[in-house]
């Protein structure tokens, strides 16, 4: 027992001496200059030292951007990502509204949420959109916790307008199916008038049917990240289909097809798909052409890309539309997609069908000279499944001048 009892005495001394060993420390450090509670000493980045013990290594393990100010707002300790955000710069919160939460947080000791939008920097007009949770910490400190939200409210937006556009485009082919059934009921005795509206309904009722089904396959594209079993494919033989699914359409608008010669190329993917993006450029091609006109398809290898170009001379795309004509129900000529037939989506699918074989879809255009639209993807001579060569260093739109040439567009 009296020896247990000489171990703890012996024990309790050390721990006694470690003590004033450590206060000893602290005091010539500060008598110094090198105050714990000031900026580290390797490059000024505030410290910190001074914070209840732990708090560094909890702080750490937050996905949020994590800032902490003492009484005099100076930045403690702060994470990558609230520099990287702009938040934090030269030892202080930047934002106005952050410092009022702060403020406020530091005078009655309640804890402050806010959906903020923040600019990210003192130039430029890139803004974000964070959710800030502001609270006390300790006596002395203050604790922001910062999450980017601006991708959720970009998708967010997307969706909402995505389901506004839908509503709206729906609208009118059922709007007009119930007028067309209207007047049918009304001139049923006369033979020729019920022919005409029949026509048109059955006109509406096509393009319905093809809004809805572009919409279905709109959205599966998007659930998709990636085509899940790619198989080898015949580039040729995907043309070939596209083309013959185009010809009525081709012919009922005097609109000659013309093919270049096989390619012997080879895709992995989904055939079915690229089928679907091929027919909607070929489509396209036809719809904003006039009678008499070509449009032309070619297939070629480049820069271990298989390239599919479809070249019309229809009307041209202004250059500051350019930028726009992939989006979900954007059209340069409502009237004229109205009046043939156009969802709005076809491009916006080939841009997806791209994106899910690793590849992407470029154009080139001049109003009254006509557009190339050109669907690049990964060779298989190239590599793997699911393999992204680097893409061509040349300007897009030359490259696919050549392949306009060689159709004669």
Not at 171 to 179: H, M
Request: proline share 5%; no cysteine; hydrophobic share 45%.
């Amino acid at each position: 027992m009296e020896a247990i009892v000489a171990e703890l005495a012996a024990l309790g001394l050390g721990v006694l001496v470690g003590a004033a060993v450590v206060a000893g420390v602290v005091v010539l450090s500060r008598r110094a200059g090198g105050s714990t509670d000031g900026a580290d000493a390797d490059g000024g980045q505030p410290g910190s030292a001074g914070l209840p013990p732990g708090t560094v290594e909890v702080l750490a393990v937050l996905p949020s951007a994590v800032i902490v100010v003492d009484e005099t707002d100076v930045v403690r300790t702060a994470s990558p990502a609230a520099y990287a955000y702009g938040i934090v710069r030269d030892g202080h919160v930047v934002h106005d509204r952050l410092t009022a939460m702060v403020d406020e947080v530091r005078a009655d000791r309640r804890i402050r949420e806010a959906e903020l939008e923040l600019r990210r920097g003192p130039l430029g007009r890139e803004v974000l959109v964070v959710h800030a949770r502001v609270a006390p910490l300790a006596d002395r400190y203050v604790l922001l916790l910062v999450s980017d939200n601006t991708e959720a409210r970009r998708v967010e937006e997307i969706r909402r307008d995505f389901v506004a556009n839908v509503s709206h485009e729906l609208k009118t082919p059922v709007g007009a199916i119930a007028l067309l059934a209207e007047a049918i009921a009304d001139n049923a005795e006369d033979a020729d008038a019920v022919r005409r509206f029949a026509v048109r309904m059955g006109r509406e009722s096509g393009r319905l049917t093809s809004l809805v089904q572009d919409i279905i396959d709109l959205s599966r594209l998007q659930a998709a990240a990636s085509v899940r079993e790619p198989v080898p494919v015949d580039v040729d033989a995907v043309v070939a289909e596209a083309v013959d699914r185009s010809r009525l359409t081709a012919e009922a608008r005097e609109v000659s097809i013309d093919v270049g010669p096989a390619a012997g190329a080879t895709v992995y993917g989904d055939h079915d798909l690229l089928v679907t993006a091929v027919r909607n450029l070929v489509d396209n091609a036809i719809r904003y052409s006039e009678p008499g006109t070509r449009v032309g398809i070619g297939v070629r290898h480049q820069h271990g890309l298989v390239e599919v170009a479809v070249a019309d001379q229809g009307i041209g795309i202004p250059e500051g539309e350019l930028d726009r004509v992939f989006e979900r129900f954007y059209r340069i000529d409502p009237a004229r997609s109205r009046a043939t037939g156009g969802t709005g989506l076809g491009l916006s699918i080939v841009k997806h069908v791209a994106a899910n074989h690793g590849g992407d879809v470029t154009v080139w255009s001049r109003p009254g000279h006509g557009s190339t639209f050109t669907l690049r993807l990964p060779d298989a001579a190239t590599g793997a499944p699911g393999g992204r060569p680097d893409p061509p260093s040349h300007d897009t739109g030359r490259a696919d001048r050549p392949a306009r040439a060689r159709q004669g567009v």
